[in-house]
């Protein structure tokens, strides 16, 4: 069963504290990483697609890697209008791969707040 | 480019009546997932449609179902309404189904509350 668990659950910052957010996944078969930002009331926002192990991607005060078990959400300088809760979740292949599930597993997410 | 649309953003149901909500897929996207997001599980994906066809259902009761039509669009229901099922509904679409590594675009989603 594909599992992705998320940590911390929750984290406070003050502003311009620089943290990573941490991602652990199983599951059998990648086929992609993916982060979103949701704020509340409101659908997740797509951040990053990850594929393979080694790839990075920024944007802005975030950036996202990826290894073979786990994914890192880094925010470098962070501002109050970061604040969010932040998903990890993850595409197991599913049909494409004969096994796991299909549809995206994600994280319980990081509720992450940033104090001024 | 507009966006994931879904109808309504908030309905209140009593125990036993159905619903139904509606998504409408980004412009040229095929695929509809539809996910449950509550405090306790998170979200939880309940099915997926490409090309009108059903390709996978979650570990949801049946008495929850979709639809989805020639033009992308799709509707889930939820019938004999529970306590239980107040959730805030996900719909996100991509132009590939899940397992191909395709990103999926959320919604604003439907906040619906069972009393």
């Known amino acids: 069963e594909d599992q992705v668990t998320q940590s911390p659950e929750a984290l406070r910052l003050q502003e311009g504290e620089s943290s990573s957010l941490n991602c652990s996944y199983t599951?059998?078969?990648?086929?992609?990483l993916f982060w979103y930002r949701q704020d509340p009331g409101k659908g997740p926002e797509f951040l990053f697609t990850?594929?393979?192990a080694g790839e990075e991607k920024e944007k802005e005060r975030l950036k996202a890697t990826l290894t073979k078990k786990e994914s890192f959400l880094h925010i470098t300088a962070p501002k109050p209008e970061d604040s969010a809760t932040y998903l990890c979740?993850?595409?197991?292949?599913?049909?494409?791969?004969?096994?796991?599930?299909?549809?995206?597993?994600f994280g319980k997410g990081t509720h992450l707040i940033i104090q001024p | 480019k507009a966006g994931v649309t879904q109808t309504p953003r908030y309905l209140i149901k009593t125990r036993g009546q159905q619903v139904t909500l509606s998504c409408s897929p980004i412009?040229?996207?095929?695929?509809v997932s539809w996910y449950q997001q509550t405090p306790g599980q998170g979200l939880q994906f309940l099915f997926e449609?490409?090309?009108?066809?059903?390709?996978n259902k979650g570990n949801f009761p049946g008495r929850f179902s979709g639809r989805q039509f020639s033009n992308s669009r799709s509707e889930m229901n939820v019938s004999t309404l529970e306590l239980g099922d107040s959730a805030l509904y996900l719909c996100?679409?991509?132009?590939?189904?899940?397992?191909?590594?395709?990103?999926?675009?959320f919604g604003p989603g439907t906040r619906l509350l069972v009393l």
């Open positions: 996100a679409s991509s132009f590939s189904p899940s397992g191909s590594g395709e990103t999926q675009y």
């Open positions: 599951v059998s078969g990648l086929r992609g």
């Open positions: 990850l594929y393979s």
């Open positions: 979740a993850a595409d197991g292949g599913g049909s494409y791969s004969g096994g796991g599930a299909d549809g995206l597993t």
């Open positions: 412009s040229g996207h095929r695929s």
């Open positions: 449609y490409f090309s009108e066809t059903q390709r």
